[in-house]
């Protein structure tokens, strides 16, 4: 069973900075590359960024570009996003899954649940 579980989000001010993270399961997921990705009220999902396998090299969205720290661990399958000087425009429900393409199950695309991330003072 695949499962990605992200989690950190809540309720930041603006200029502040959140710390996400994403548990992939249920596959060998850590060895692909890995992407955050975000959706807006509103608004189709959105590109954020994305970490390579080893986690030597990092792309940016040009919306959050100079604002995001990416990692992995991948002895524990983890990756994680951190994300500074938050604007209200950051605000969404932020999602991990690899990259480029996300992952299928029975031939459907599978997103988690994401975590909320609102930037509000």
């Known amino acids: 069973q695949v499962q990605l579980v992200e989690s950190g989000g809540g309720l930041v001010p603006p200029g502040g900075s959140v710390i996400l993270s994403c548990a992939p399961s249920?596959?060998?997921?850590?060895?692909?590359?890995m992407g955050w990705f975000r959706q807006a009220p509103g608004k189709e999902r959105e590109f954020v960024g994305a970490?390579?396998?080893?986690?030597?090299?990092?792309v940016e969205g040009d919306s959050v570009r100079d604002r995001l720290i990416m990692s992995r661990d991948n002895t524990k399958n983890t990756v994680s996003l951190q994300m500074s000087s938050l604007k209200a425009e950051d605000t969404g429900v932020y999602f991990c899954n690899i990259d480029p393409r996300p992952i299928t199950v029975d031939g459907k695309d599978y997103w988690g649940q994401g975590t909320q991330v609102t930037v509000s003072s």
């Open positions: 970490i390579t396998k080893t986690g030597s090299d990092t």
């Open positions: 249920g596959r060998n997921l850590i060895t692909y590359v």
